[in-house]
Every structure is written in structure tokens, then in C-alpha cells.
């Protein structure tokens, strides 16, 4: 079992910028991705950043060039820098984990409100 915590959401102006944090523990050995979900109001959860297999990086098209997704292996900790947000980056975020099983892990989520 994975549990996920995250951390850092807030409201922010339109151009600002935002550092959501996920804290993992338990099986982490047995995780091959970890990374960053969003689900808009009345929309469906969708990805916005993953590392697969300890270094490979994904992107969605809508946050490349402004969103970063790094991690701290000492501290079991995934990060998501958010930068330049706009008001279509408002949505609750939410960690995600998969091991080798494919078992899925989710975090409860954090909110990130970018006002214009």
C-alpha cells in the first residue's frame, strides 16, 4: 500500500505561481509513476505531469513550458511547480501513484484557484 498526502494549493492571480507538494510513505519501492492529476468544475480528472520509471517525464500539451514536475527521492517527495497559471489551471490537483502491479493510489487532493 502507497498513501499520498499533498500540499500547497492555494488562490493565486492569473500569472502567478504555485508549488504543490505530494508526500508518499508506506510501499514506495514498489512505485514505477508518480505524478499530478487535475479535475476542473464539471470536468473530467485528467493528467498534468507524471515521471515514469524514476526519470522519464510527461507533459500535458495544455501546461508544457510553464509547469515543472520534480522529485525529492530523500524525502519521498514529488513536487509540481506551477508557473505562469491561468484561470483554466483552476481545479482540485491530485497525486497519483502506480506500481508495478498497476495498482493505482490517489491522494485526496488539494485546491488551486487561479483568478483572472
Known amino acids: 500500500q502507497v498513501q499520498l498526502v499533498e500540499s500547497g494549493g492555494g488562490l493565486v492571480q492569473a500569472g502567478g505561481s504555485l508549488r504543490l507538494s505530494c508526500a508518499a510513505s508506506?510501499?514506495?519501492?514498489?512505485?514505477?509513476?508518480i505524478g499530478w492529476y487535475r479535475q476542473a468544475p464539471g470536468k473530467q480528472r485528467e493528467l498534468v505531469a507524471i515521471?515514469?520509471?524514476?526519470?522519464?517525464?510527461h507533459y500535458a500539451d495544455s501546461v508544457k513550458g510553464r509547469f515543472t514536475i520534480s522529485r525529492d527521492n530523500a524525502k519521498n517527495t514529488v513536487y509540481l511547480q506551477m508557473n505562469s497559471l491561468k484561470p483554466e489551471d483552476t481545479g482540485v490537483y491530485y497525486c497519483?501513484?502506480?506500481?508495478?502491479?498497476?495498482?493505482?493510489?490517489w491522494g485526496k487532493g488539494t485546491l488551486v484557484t487561479a483568478s483572472s
Open positions: 497519483y501513484a502506480e506500481d508495478y502491479d498497476a495498482m493505482d493510489y
Open positions: 508506506g510501499s514506495i519501492f514498489t512505485i514505477n509513476g
Open positions: 515521471i515514469i520509471g524514476g526519470d522519464s517525464t
